[in-house]
């Protein structure tokens, strides 16, 4: 792998950053599950913006069937509105931002904390606000990301809140041990993934690029990566995307399509039904479709292409894997476009509006 772009590095170095990230992490996390426990929390809620929104996302299903509390992904945009309910003695507040530096994501888990809430944050930056407001900081261990297209560390939080997931399961659940096991495995997992999807996306995109915006969807963790992947589609290559549930594609999006677009579907054995109703739409409308498969998956319906990962993963963890091949294909459909995906279109306008004043995004500013 060469490259110009610190973009493609980064996506490359996601196995060791979620690696680093569990282990530098794991003894904090077992021991933050536990003081949970001791303290009485009955309520988890996870807040973050934009890429640390959609972590959360990904790693939901994880907190849905195995936290034995009642969890909440919530905008911290939104925090605001459910501070008299559940910021309080009795709720744990996650706050995930890799730059720790979002006014939104601060001043909501600052509010949440003073109000009596237990606080943790996940962030890459231990000299940010966020850090500096938080009583317990997972750091997590992904180094430089000097580009304004996240992608080694939304692999990185998304990972860490899987574990904390799972550290906070019912420790009479015997199937996490198998989650875990798959977990620590993940790494190697996601280098397998990447060494074998980037070909066949490089092959891909010439074709894919001449459609003009595309409908992104998954199920369980693979929504939260269609909803990280229309982010990034937009932010680095300026194709409108639409990011969906799979299910919820046959309520109304599809009057949107037509022949220009492309509708990307993230495939599981668990929603390949799901998926095959949505390709034979594609089919009938005239638009292309590119399903992203597990390896041993045989689709009764016909894609028009077909990217293929090198194994299949536990349900519950499928948003760490099919992660990777979303992010390779934001990648190589900016460089189609004659675009530079570590810089985007109004980077630096975006960050005034969304940092506090006086603030400055970690590596970013005059770089």
């Not at 982010?231 to 309520?251: D, I, R």
């Amino acid at each position: 792998m060469t490259s110009t772009h610190r973009m493609l590095e980064y996506i490359y170095q996601s196995p060791k950053a979620l690696k680093d990230s569990l282990a530098d992490n794991e003894a904090k996390i077992e021991k933050l599950a536990q003081h949970v426990r001791e303290r009485g929390i009955k309520r988890v809620v996870i807040s973050g913006v934009g890429s640390s929104y959609t972590a959360g996302m990904i790693a939901a299903p994880l907190f849905t069937r195995y936290c034995s509390l009642p969890a909440y992904i919530v905008p911290s945009t939104e925090l605001a509105a459910y501070q008299s309910v559940w910021m309080n003695a009795d709720t744990l507040i996650v706050a995930v931002s890799r730059s720790g530096e979002r006014g939104w994501v601060v001043d909501s888990f600052r509010t949440a904390v003073q109000n009596g809430a237990m606080g943790v944050a996940i962030t890459g930056n231990p000299e940010g606000l966020l850090a500096q407001s938080s009583p317990e900081v997972l750091l997590s261990s992904e180094g430089p990301e000097a580009v304004f297209p996240k992608t080694k560390s939304v692999m990185a939080h998304a990972g860490l809140l899987a574990r904390l997931a799972l550290a906070m399961a019912d420790p009479l659940d015997s199937t996490v041990s198998i989650l875990l096991q798959a977990l620590k495995k993940m790494p190697q997992t996601v280098t397998d993934i990447l060494q074998t999807c980037d070909p066949q996306v490089q092959a891909l995109v010439p074709a894919l690029f001449q459609q003009k915006a595309m409908m992104l969807s998954g199920t369980l963790g693979n929504y939260g990566v269609a909803l990280e992947g229309s982010l990034k589609m937009q932010e680095a290559s300026g194709l409108v995307v639409l990011g969906n549930e799979t299910g919820n594609m046959l309520h109304g999006p599809w009057g949107t399509v037509t022949s220009d677009w492309l509708v990307t579907l993230l495939v599981t054995e668990y929603d390949q039904a799901l998926a095959e109703t949505n390709i034979h739409l594609a089919n009938q409308i005239g638009a292309k479709s590119l399903a992203i498969v597990e390896s041993g998956l045989s689709l009764k319906a016909s894609p028009n292409y077909i990217i293929t990962l090198p194994c299949r993963v536990e349900r519950f963890l499928s948003g760490l894997a099919y992660l990777p091949p979303v992010q390779l294909l934001t990648y190589y459909w900016a460089l189609a476009g004659g675009l530079d995906p570590d810089a985007p279109a109004n980077v630096d306008v975006v960050l005034d509006a969304m940092l506090p004043e006086g603030r400055q995004e970690p590596e970013m500013r005059n770089k």
